[in-house]
């Protein structure tokens, strides 16, 4: 006796006007820095050593975001198990992975903006790039932010978003985002989902994992402890395990009528729907007002863009001056910048640019990183 094969029927495509995207449901943020306001108003991020939870609601006045109710349940739980001597400090969060497309989950891209109607003027990949231009939005060469005289003078920046469910999250369908311009970052994200799509011929929705903070610290970044976003596997649990959970879960899903498969395909409509799949949330994240965007406006000018070079030779020409000088004092224009004596290299050394071998190139402290 045969058996009839059953073929779900394609879902139906919204129509929405051509321009405009529909990104993936965001229902809170995962941050690894803050805002603050010091001299006359003046708002500047700083960045963390540890996670923050936050809603998508920001204070106008003071530029707070409002904290998520998970940050409280996910802090309390692991003080709980370790007797309450642990910190307040959020270094790792409980996620599961949304879906079976990596590049759904994570997405990279060089961004440059027009800091003045907050919306994207050019995206590229290293290869290809859509700019905005007076006859309308055009493809060309993308040659990377420092070898591109438009990318330099536009601030250019490798921007990636994460996008996760987290453990105890009532929205089934709805993620957090991580926004960062970090390297080490997307190095080890990119990395790991990679890996875990591989390993699972891409059967990754509803994985159970963890989101954590790292840190380490290298020879170009001066020895600077940097802290980046890494993906484990959480503690107690060997990866079969959690391949295993995702595994039951999809088939809970395709035993109940439901298509993952149909899910994502609607998701990536609805992204490449409009030029730009970039939100003009992204661009909060590392600019905040328009004193902070004059002010590096100059700096980029005065550094000629390539500012981790510039923190690079400041370093070691002050360093080198320590060691020669036999307690006299390094010549002024040695010395280090202001903004490089600011808060460590968190969130993974933001806006580092790539050196010899992949490794990146310690870098002045980048104002515009959340």
């Known amino acids: 006796m045969e058996t009839a094969t059953v073929i779900a029927p394609s879902a139906p495509k919204l129509n929405i006007n051509k321009g405009i995207t529909l990104t993936q449901p965001v229902i809170g943020r995962i941050t690894m820095g803050h805002t603050v306001i010091r001299g006359e108003g003046k708002a500047l991020p700083v960045k963390d050593d540890h996670f923050s939870l936050t809603t998508l609601v920001q204070d106008g006045a003071t530029r707070a975001w409002t904290e998520h109710p998970l940050q409280k349940e996910i802090v309390g739980k692991k003080k709980d198990k370790e007797k309450g001597d642990a910190k307040d400090k959020l270094r790792a969060i409980p996620v599961r992975i949304a879906y079976n497309d990596p590049n759904l989950t994570l997405h990279n891209s060089f961004s440059a903006w027009d800091s003045q109607r907050g919306r994207i003027l050019c995206c590229g990949n290293g290869v290809t790039a859509r700019r905005v231009t007076e006859e309308g939005v055009k493809e060309i060469d993308c040659p990377r932010p420092e070898a591109c005289e438009y990318g330099v003078r536009q601030r250019c920046k490798n921007m990636s978003r994460a996008y996760f469910q987290i453990e105890g999250q009532e929205d089934e369908l709805g993620v957090f985002i991580l926004r960062t311009t970090s390297f080490n970052s997307l190095n080890y994200l990119g990395t790991r989902l990679a890996q875990l799509a ?83 949330e992204d661009m909060d994240e590392w600019i905040s007002d328009d004193a902070l965007i004059a002010a590096v406006g100059e700096q980029a000018v005065r550094k000629g863009g390539l500012k981790g070079m510039d923190n690079l030779t400041e370093k070691l020409a002050q360093l080198n001056a320590q060691n020669a000088g036999a307690g006299q004092e390094a010549a002024p224009e040695n010395a280090p910048s202001e903004a490089s004596q600011g808060e460590p290299a968190a969130d993974g050394g933001d806006g580092v640019v790539g050196g010899a071998g992949g490794e990146p190139v310690a870098q002045q402290q980048d104002l515009l990183a959340a």
């Open 198 to 280: 591989g390993l699972t011929g891409g059967r990754l929705a509803g994985m159970p994992m963890m989101l954590v903070m790292e840190s380490k610290t290298t020879t170009q970044s001066c020895r600077t402890p940097i802290y980046f976003a890494d993906l484990v596997t959480r503690p107690g649990m060997k990866l079969i395990e959690a391949i295993q959970k995702a595994n039951e879960y999809q088939k809970a899903m395709a035993d109940a009528g439901l298509s993952i498969e149909g899910m994502e395909e609607q998701l990536r409509a609805g992204l490449a729907n409009s030029d730009f799949a970039d939100e003009i």
